[in-house]
Each structure stands twice: as structure tokens, then as C-alpha cells.
């Protein structure tokens, strides 16, 4: 049983400290109160798991009492005593949030259970908006795992650079966390406290990536029944970043140049230039060299863009950091799911850095949540993982060089026929190659 702190809030004085003596033989911290707006103070000033209501109180009921603590506790659990149990005060209780009831004086035996329950769940509620806080909260490079010199040093550089006002240009593999570093930048910047803005330009078409990036104006072509501002004026002042800036069509790269070299656009429609201020971020998985020579980028642009470029590290090349990473989202998956899982074993963490993870921190975090998910104990072993994994560990028998491209690749493309069911089309679509390419590839690793 978690031990944690709980609150009596009861007018009778002598069975309330019954209760509490009770339960601090249990090994917990109990707080009294005789009022509820003594208990309500009691609850500002201490960080408090459980609480134990009479339903009739001197000042309100235990009722409204309730659903006040929900509202503004929602992750303290309160159990309502009743004078005669009556199922009407119980039925109101839970309705109101109450974890459960239970009637004063004949179910003390059933108080010690039941508060080990709510106990559990609380400090259970309180661990996981703590580990979403972590996630979500958009606070810098603090949110940044690894320790390893590939991480660090890349951190150290987006750190210099976001003291300043310089366009970035954010190059890796997919999955190595590139919005996340813009998000970072952007947060350790003099601009954290207006818009970050992201837009990924490989989820629109040509003419529907102008209008969200530029704006337009009313009338400028069918279906604009009002002026719409782009992305860039709600930016201005702050962030934006265009995440697949590779993929950007030709027309609106040469928009693009002229923001970066103004901080003016047109918007569509428009014949007077829009005025802004605003950083740009960019970030791409092409190389961007090889587009300017195939005639797909604007060489003009990619010095714009590129004034300061920053590799993310693949997984492959953060070994140091597996464990660390396996760890923070066991923990972070185990809570989301209500699962007491807190070890990962050694097998388990060899395999991980065996595995040359093609799809890097995004593959990593869906493998810890599925294994997390299966199983049945608080440890998590080598059964768990991907059938892939377990197979390229017994084919190597060691871990795979970072630089045995071939092994990447077929691992890779095992991955995505897994994930469209063996669809070869659909897989050649999601590779961004042709059919014929994939059909040799798979005759020459032997996949067919």
C-alpha cells in the first residue's frame, strides 16, 4: 500500500481523530479539519492525495463539498461518509466525483481498503499530469533527452544560436526530432513570448500552402469569401517553421526568398505588400544540395535558409542515450496506462542498441509504448520487442555498424511493408520510390 497524505474533514471531533489514528497506524499523514472551509484551506496549503468527507457538515454538504474539490483538485480522490448509507447521498457522491462512500461507524474495517485504493490511484493521477507536464510543456531545451557527446554537442550549438534573430536550417533523418529543436530555439529566444508557428509543406497542395502560408484577399479566387491572414502574420513578432522545406514548390520558394530578404509578401490576391517581422526555421531530411543540381531548389534560397545549419544525430549514432530514452518512456507509458512497470532488463536494452532504428526517436517511442502494453509484469524484457529487432540481433550477433547502410535499408523497408500489410504499391508510395525500384530491391535483399 502507498503511503500519502490524507484529509478528515468531519464536525465530530472524537470520530474523526478515531479515523485518523487509524490511519496513521497505517503509515499515513492525516490532517483534521471540522469545517469544509477549513478543509478547503487545509487543501490550498498542502499537497494532499485523499480526503474524507462527512456528508453533512456545518457550513455545506459533503456533496457540493466534493464536487468543489474535483474541480480544483481533479487529481485528489475524496471518499463521502454518510450517516445511514442511504444509496440516494451515494448515488449524489459519485455523481459528483467522490472515488466512493462508505457509513460513519459500521464500515470502519472497510475504511483501510478503501483508502489504499484512492491512495493508489491518486498518487497514480498525480505522477502522470506531472510526466504530461514534462511533455507538453513547451519549456526549452530542458525538454531535450541524452547525454551522449552526438546530442549534446548539437545542443550546445542551437543554444548559441538561439540568442539571436538568425534563420536556421535544421537537416536529419525523419524522426531524429527536428520540430522539437525549433521548438526549443524558439523558447530560449527574445521571441518565446510570442507565436511558434509550424507548418509542414509537404501536407499541401501548391495553391492551398500559399493561401495558409501568405494569406489572401477576398475574392481572389473562388471559395475566398473573406480576407484570411497566412501564417506569416501570425508569426510575426515570433516563429515560424516550415518543417519539409524540400518539398516547397518553386513558385513559393522565390515568395519565400523575398521574405527573408524584406519581410515582405503579397498576399493573393493583394497588390500591396504585407509587412512582418518574423524568424524562420526551416528543417529538411533532403539534401538539399542534391535538389539545387536536379534543378528542384533554388541555390539563392538554400543560402538564405542555410546561414546556420544544425545536423540532428540519428539514434543509431546516440547508443549512450538508449537506455536513457527506454527509461523515461517506460515511465512515461506505464502512467499513461495505468501499469506499474519500472525496469527495463538487460537483454532487453542490448537489443534496443543493436537495432540501427531507421525510423529514429518516433520508431523508439512507438516500440517502448507496445511493450509497455503487452506486458504482464513491471519489467520489460526481449519478448516484447518487434519481431524485427529480436531477428536482427540473432542474425548479427552483434550490433550493427552505424554505417552499414544496406542493413538500414532493408530493415526500413521491412518496417513500412509490415505497416501497409504487405501492399507493395502503397509501401513504394510511402518510401517515395517507384514500384520497379522497390520490386528489384526486394529480389536483391532477398524480401520478395
Not at 115 to 136: F, P, T
Not at 419 to 435: F, K, P, S, W, Y
Given at each position: 500500500?502507498?503511503?500519502?497524505?490524507?484529509?478528515?474533514?468531519?464536525?465530530?471531533?472524537?470520530?474523526?481523530?478515531?479515523?485518523?489514528?487509524?490511519?496513521?497506524l497505517?503509515?499515513?499523514?492525516?490532517?483534521?479539519?471540522?469545517?469544509?472551509?477549513?478543509?478547503?484551506?487545509?487543501?490550498?496549503?498542502?499537497?494532499?492525495?485523499?480526503?474524507?468527507?462527512?456528508?453533512?457538515?456545518?457550513?455545506?454538504?459533503?456533496?457540493?463539498?466534493t464536487?468543489?474539490?474535483?474541480?480544483?483538485?481533479?487529481?485528489?480522490e475524496?471518499?463521502?461518509?454518510?450517516?445511514?448509507g442511504?444509496?440516494?447521498?451515494?448515488?449524489?457522491?459519485?455523481?459528483?466525483?467522490?472515488?466512493?462512500?462508505?457509513?460513519?461507524?459500521?464500515?470502519?474495517?472497510?475504511?483501510?481498503?478503501?483508502?489504499?485504493?484512492?491512495?493508489?490511484?491518486?498518487?497514480?493521477?498525480?505522477k502522470?499530469?506531472?510526466?504530461?507536464?514534462?511533455?507538453?510543456?513547451?519549456?526549452?531545451?530542458?525538454?531535450?533527452?541524452?547525454?551522449?557527446?552526438?546530442?549534446?554537442?548539437?545542443?550546445?550549438?542551437?543554444?548559441?544560436?538561439?540568442?539571436?534573430?538568425?534563420?536556421?536550417?535544421?537537416?536529419?533523418?525523419?524522426?531524429?526530432?527536428?520540430?522539437?529543436?525549433?521548438?526549443?530555439?524558439?523558447?530560449?529566444?527574445?521571441?518565446?513570448?510570442?507565436?511558434?508557428?509550424?507548418?509542414?509543406?509537404?501536407?499541401?497542395?501548391?495553391?492551398?500552402?500559399?493561401?495558409?502560408?501568405?494569406?489572401?484577399?477576398?475574392?481572389?479566387?473562388?471559395?475566398?469569401?473573406?480576407?484570411?491572414?497566412?501564417?506569416?502574420?501570425?508569426?510575426?513578432?515570433?516563429?515560424?517553421?516550415?518543417?519539409?522545406?524540400?518539398?516547397?514548390d518553386?513558385?513559393?520558394?522565390?515568395?519565400?526568398?523575398?521574405?527573408?530578404?524584406?519581410?515582405?509578401?503579397?498576399?493573393?490576391?493583394?497588390?500591396?505588400?504585407?509587412?512582418?517581422?518574423?524568424?524562420?526555421?526551416?528543417?529538411?531530411?533532403?539534401?538539399?544540395?542534391?535538389?539545387?543540381?536536379?534543378?528542384?531548389?533554388?541555390?539563392?534560397?538554400?543560402?538564405?535558409?542555410?546561414?546556420?545549419?544544425?545536423?540532428?544525430p540519428p539514434?543509431?549514432?546516440?547508443?549512450?542515450?538508449?537506455?536513457?530514452?527506454?527509461?523515461?518512456?517506460?515511465?512515461?507509458?506505464?502512467?499513461?496506462?495505468?501499469?506499474?512497470?519500472?525496469?527495463?532488463?538487460?537483454?532487453?536494452?542490448?537489443?534496443?542498441?543493436?537495432?540501427?532504428?531507421?525510423?529514429?526517436?518516433?520508431e523508439?517511442?512507438?516500440?517502448?509504448?507496445?511493450a509497455?502494453?503487452?506486458?504482464?509484469?513491471?519489467?520489460?524484457?526481449?519478448?516484447?520487442?518487434?519481431?524485427?529487432?529480436?531477428?536482427?540481433?540473432?542474425?548479427?550477433?552483434?550490433?550493427?555498424?552505424?554505417?552499414?547502410?544496406?542493413?538500414?535499408?532493408?530493415?526500413?523497408?521491412?518496417?513500412?511493408?509490415?505497416?501497409?500489410?504487405?501492399?507493395?504499391?502503397?509501401?513504394?508510395?510511402?518510401?517515395?520510390?517507384?514500384?520497379?525500384?522497390?520490386?528489384?530491391?526486394?529480389?536483391?535483399?532477398?524480401?520478395?
Amino acid at each position: 500500500m502507498q503511503k500519502g497524505k490524507l484529509l478528515i474533514i468531519d464536525d465530530e471531533e472524537r470520530l474523526r481523530n478515531l479515523m485518523a489514528r487509524i490511519l496513521q497506524l497505517e503509515g499515513h499523514e492525516v490532517i483534521t479539519a471540522g469545517t469544509a472551509k477549513e478543509g478547503l484551506r487545509k487543501l490550498q496549503q498542502e499537497n494532499i492525495q485523499v480526503v474524507l468527507s462527512d456528508v453533512k457538515l456545518p457550513d455545506t454538504d459533503g456533496i457540493t463539498l466534493t464536487d468543489t474539490i474535483k474541480k480544483t483538485y481533479p487529481s485528489t480522490e475524496v471518499i463521502v461518509l454518510t450517516a445511514y448509507g442511504t444509496i440516494n447521498d451515494g448515488v449524489k457522491a459519485i455523481k459528483a466525483g467522490a472515488f466512493d462512500y462508505i457509513t460513519k461507524g459500521d464500515d470502519n474495517e472497510k475504511i483501510i481498503p478503501l483508502v489504499s485504493k484512492a491512495m493508489d490511484k491518486a498518487l497514480l493521477q498525480q505522477k502522470v499530469l506531472e510526466l504530461q507536464s514534462k511533455l507538453n510543456e513547451k519549456f526549452g531545451f530542458d525538454r531535450l533527452i541524452g547525454k551522449s557527446t552526438a546530442i549534446s554537442d548539437v545542443i550546445k550549438l542551437a543554444q548559441k544560436v538561439a540568442l539571436t534573430d538568425t534563420t536556421v536550417l535544421l537537416l536529419g533523418e525523419t524522426g531524429t526530432g527536428k520540430e522539437i529543436f525549433a521548438e526549443a530555439i524558439h523558447q530560449a529566444s527574445n521571441r518565446n513570448t510570442k507565436s511558434f508557428v509550424a507548418v509542414n509543406c509537404s501536407a499541401f497542395t501548391k495553391e492551398l500552402l500559399e493561401s495558409e502560408l501568405f494569406g489572401h484577399k477576398v475574392g481572389s479566387f473562388t471559395g475566398a469569401v473573406k480576407d484570411k491572414k497566412g501564417l506569416f502574420e501570425e508569426a510575426s513578432g515570433g516563429t515560424i517553421f516550415l518543417d519539409e522545406i524540400g518539398e516547397l514548390d518553386h513558385d513559393l520558394q522565390a515568395k519565400l526568398l523575398r521574405v527573408l530578404e524584406s519581410q515582405q509578401f503579397l498576399k493573393i490576391g493583394d497588390t500591396k505588400p504585407t509587412q512582418v517581422n518574423v524568424r524562420i526555421l526551416a528543417a529538411t531530411n533532403r539534401n538539399l544540395q542534391t535538389e539545387i543540381n536536379e534543378g528542384h531548389f533554388r541555390s539563392d534560397l538554400f543560402y538564405r535558409l542555410s546561414v546556420f545549419q544544425i545536423t540532428l544525430p540519428p539514434l543509431r549514432e546516440r547508443k549512450k542515450d538508449i537506455k536513457l530514452l527506454g527509461e523515461y518512456f517506460m515511465q512515461y507509458f506505464a502512467l499513461k496506462v495505468k501499469k506499474q512497470v519500472n525496469q527495463l532488463s538487460e537483454e532487453f536494452v542490448s537489443k534496443l542498441e543493436a537495432y540501427p532504428w531507421p525510423g529514429n526517436i518516433r520508431e523508439f517511442k512507438n516500440v517502448i509504448e507496445r511493450a509497455v502494453i503487452l506486458t504482464d509484469n513491471n519489467v520489460l524484457d526481449e519478448s516484447l520487442l518487434p519481431h524485427e529487432i529480436q531477428q536482427q540481433q540473432v542474425k548479427a550477433g552483434a550490433p550493427i555498424s552505424a554505417f552499414d547502410l544496406s542493413s538500414v535499408e532493408k530493415l526500413h523497408i521491412q518496417r513500412v511493408l509490415n505497416h501497409t500489410h504487405g501492399n507493395r504499391a502503397e509501401a513504394a508510395h510511402l518510401l517515395n520510390i517507384g514500384v520497379a525500384t522497390l520490386y528489384r530491391k526486394l529480389k536483391e535483399y532477398g524480401l520478395e
